[in-house]
């Protein structure tokens, strides 16, 4: 149990102005991405009711103030992305294809501002307790059923 959770920051070329992507479109360029760079990977990540995915996936900052679109993904099974990052390596960046137009990649950190990784050891052995204390540096929806619960609450 060495591995454990961990986020990665991904950011791609984006030439011109990107219009407001919705979370649906960011998703499916997200698995087709995966899909691109390990095909297994994103088989088993498209599966309809797979249930609970083991990633989440932000776009940060504004792509059409810096030309560049970068999203954080959270990993809670980096074992799964293990292949899929090592090919990133081996091929230079897997373009991202969103809607049309096909973004080439600039970077992949675990170490920049808002990566990181730790160990399960790590994670589960900090002190219990009942309450937990989140923040948000942006909106942030959660799943529930069929239903998505927007936070902070409008």
């Given at each position: 149990?060495?591995?454990?959770?961990?986020?990665?920051?991904?950011?791609?070329?984006?030439?011109?102005?990107?219009?407001?992507?919705?979370?649906?479109?960011?998703?499916?360029?997200?698995?087709?991405?995966?899909?691109?760079?390990?095909?297994?990977?994103g088989?088993?990540?498209?599966?309809?009711?797979?249930?609970?995915?083991?990633?989440?996936?932000?776009?940060?900052?504004?792509?059409?103030?810096?030309?560049?679109?970068?999203?954080?993904?959270?990993?809670?099974?980096?074992?799964?992305?293990?292949?899929?990052?090592?090919?990133?390596?081996?091929?230079?960046?897997?373009?991202?294809?969103?809607?049309?137009?096909?973004l080439?990649?600039?970077?992949?950190?675990?170490?920049?501002?808002?990566?990181?990784?730790?160990?399960?050891?790590?994670?589960?052995?900090?002190?219990?307790?009942?309450?937990?204390?989140?923040?948000?540096?942006?909106?942030?929806?959660?799943?529930?059923?069929?239903?998505?619960l927007?936070?902070?609450?409008?």
């Amino acid at each position: 149990m060495s591995q454990g959770p961990y986020a990665v920051v991904v950011q791609f070329h984006s030439p011109s102005a990107l219009r407001d992507v919705t979370p649906e479109e960011l998703h499916a360029a997200f698995l087709g991405f995966v899909n691109r760079g390990d095909r297994a990977l994103g088989e088993l990540l498209h599966i309809p009711h797979l249930g609970q995915r083991p990633f989440t996936l932000h776009p940060l900052g504004n792509p059409a103030a810096t030309d560049k679109l970068t999203l954080r993904v959270s990993i809670l099974a980096p074992e799964l992305f293990l292949r899929f990052w090592e090919r990133w390596e081996g091929r230079g960046g897997i373009p991202l294809k969103l809607g049309r137009r096909f973004l080439e990649p600039v970077s992949l950190s675990a170490g920049a501002p808002w990566g990181g990784k730790c160990r399960w050891e790590e994670f589960f052995g900090t002190a219990s307790s009942k309450e937990v204390e989140l923040g948000f540096a942006t909106p942030t929806a959660f799943r529930a059923g069929d239903l998505d619960l927007p936070l902070p609450l409008p």
